[in-house]
């Protein structure tokens, strides 16, 4: 997946700063017909769901840890991404709580695109 930063309030340059490498998502189907969204270099997986059988739409929380506080702060992120026989394209929108590299907190919106393998 590729992400280009649409938008972003004040205190995110920093956290955000420098070129957006490409990101290894993996997408799981269960056997309850949800979905299991995993990014790379973050713990665990998000849940999503299906919608109009090409769009997975999914909310979930970010466990983040700063180096100058220790203490695990929650961070959101949304995703909504629609897919179709070459990849998806779509947003993501994640809100940060005050860390060591944003230390107001910040919002972001990301286009994304993703290639299938």
């Known amino acids: 997946m590729t992400s280009t930063t649409e938008s972003q309030s004040d ?3 920093e956290l955000l700063s420098g070129p957006v490498e490409p990101t290894t998502v993996t997408i799981t189907k269960s056997a309850d017909d949800s979905y299991a969204i995993e990014l790379e270099g973050l713990p665990g997986a998000c849940h999503g769901d299906l919608i109009a059988g090409c769009k997975l739409q999914t909310k979930c929380d970010l466990q983040l840890k700063s180096p100058l506080d220790p203490t695990r702060r929650t ?3 949304q995703i909504s991404w629609a897919f179709n026989s070459s990849g998806f394209t779509g947003s993501t929108s994640a809100s940060y709580p005050p860390i060591s590299q944003a230390p107001k907190g910040c919002d972001a919106t ?3 695109t993703g290639k299938r393998r």
């Open 11 to 13: 205190g995110c340059a």
């Open 75 to 77: 961070g959101t992120l």
């Open 110 to 112: 990301t286009a994304d």
